[in-house]
């Protein structure tokens, strides 16, 4: 895609306008992780090989990760970590303070 001076735009100004037109994180990843399975079927193994690495709730990995290989004798997999609101300094108002402020309006 080409602007119209003809010169090349950046893959980052086009990826900032699918994002503008509703492309999301997940359909994102699962576009790529399609993409890798057809044009690098030999990174599966890595992913296959996660199985004992995950703790529900703490470290999780998607079907779908994203791999990288590492090329010096293994590769990173893609994982969620969770961090809990509490870790993060976070307050957030649960949905109940949400009612009490409305049945005292």
Not at 1 to 20: V, Y
Not at 31 to 49: G, I, K, M, T
Not at 82 to 88: H, K, L, R, Y
Request: aromatic share 6%.
């Amino acid at each position: 895609m080409t602007s119209i001076s003809g010169a090349p735009r950046p893959l980052e100004d086009r990826l900032r306008e699918l994002i503008g037109e509703g492309l999301c994180y997940s359909l994102a990843v699962q576009v790529f992780a399609e993409h890798q399975r057809q044009n690098e079927p030999h990174l599966s193994a890595y992913l296959d090989a996660t199985g004992d690495k995950t703790s529900e709730g703490e470290i999780e990995i998607d079907g779908d990760a994203i791999v990288s290989d590492g090329g010096d004798g293994g590769a990173y997999v893609s994982a969620w970590v969770w961090v809990s609101d509490a870790e993060a300094g976070i307050k957030r108002e649960s949905a109940c303070d949400d009612e009490d402020d409305a049945d005292a309006a």
